[in-house]
């Protein structure tokens, strides 16, 4: 059975920082690529970040200087360390794993981030 389980959401003052976690099981994680998408009330899911499993990242550009997504292939984990958090920020994060071309693709439950003073 694949499990996507993320962690590390919570409420967070603008400016400051929260790093997300995605540990993955039943899957062969070196081979998925890896990604975080997140969707606000009443928008579309939206990419955030994707790393290849050689360690290759992509960003959107609303996070381009400020997000940073790592993985651990002995730990089946990928991160999401995310500074200078802004209110556009909040959202639903979700981890995303997949390989060949989409045949697998799987999606973690959703961890909750709130950024507010």
């Known amino acids: 059975q694949v499990q996507l389980v993320e962690s590390g959401g919570g409420v967070v003052q603008p400016g400051g920082s929260l790093r997300l976690s995605c540990a993955a099981s039943g899957i062969i994680f070196r081979f998925y690529v890896m990604g975080w998408y997140r969707q606000a009330p009443g928008k579309q899911r939206e990419r955030v970040a994707t790393i290849t499993s050689g360690g290759t990242a992509t960003y959107a550009d609303s996070v381009k200087g400020r997000f940073t997504i790592s993985r651990d292939n002995a730990q089946n984990t990928v991160y999401l360390q995310m500074n200078s958090l802004k209110p556009e920020d909040t959202a639903v994060y979700y981890c995303?794993?997949?390989?060949?071309?989409?045949?697998?693709?799987?999606w973690g439950q959703g961890t909750q981030v709130t950024v507010s003073s």
């Open positions: 995303n794993g997949v390989r060949s071309l989409g045949t697998y693709n799987y």
